[in-house]
């Protein structure tokens, strides 16, 4: 009967785990380019796909793709174990922060290229 106790909570504890990285998959916004972001309002969601350039440090980076760059904030959470180059096309998901001076983009998420 312990057995079975067990078993059944490990079953469940995997199906609740597996759950917690589920998501929606299928078409979202679609991918802008750098230019058309640094004309978006603020807090306006954003997919980018380009290559991450540079590091700036204090989670910054060097954002390019072929209309230009914009710096990219990136928290050390949402990189989620992956690790780029700059040879590397990566996907990033987030929003345009506006502020009197200057346009960055914060991501939520980021991912390579398949």
């Known amino acids: 009967m312990k057995n079975a106790t067990f078993v059944s909570a490990l079953v469940l504890s995997f199906a609740i785990a597996g759950q917690a990285f589920a998501g929606f998959q299928g078409p979202g916004l679609p991918t802008s380019t750098v230019a058309q972001a640094l004309e978006m309002s603020d807090d306006t969601p954003v997919v980018l796909e380009g290559t991450i350039e540079q590091s700036l440090g204090d989670e910054k980076y060097m954002f390019k793709d072929?209309?230009?760059?914009?710096?990219?904030?990136?928290?050390?959470?949402?990189?989620?174990?992956?690790?780029?180059?700059?040879?590397?096309?990566v996907i990033i998901n987030?929003?345009?922060?506006?502020?009197?001076?200057k346009t960055k983009i914060d991501a939520d998420s980021i991912s390579i290229k398949k």
């Open 94 to 101: 987030g929003e345009v922060d506006k502020d009197m001076f």
């Open 66 to 89: 072929a209309s230009g760059s914009v710096i990219v904030e990136i928290d050390d959470e949402d990189w989620r174990g992956i690790t780029v180059t700059p040879k590397d096309t």
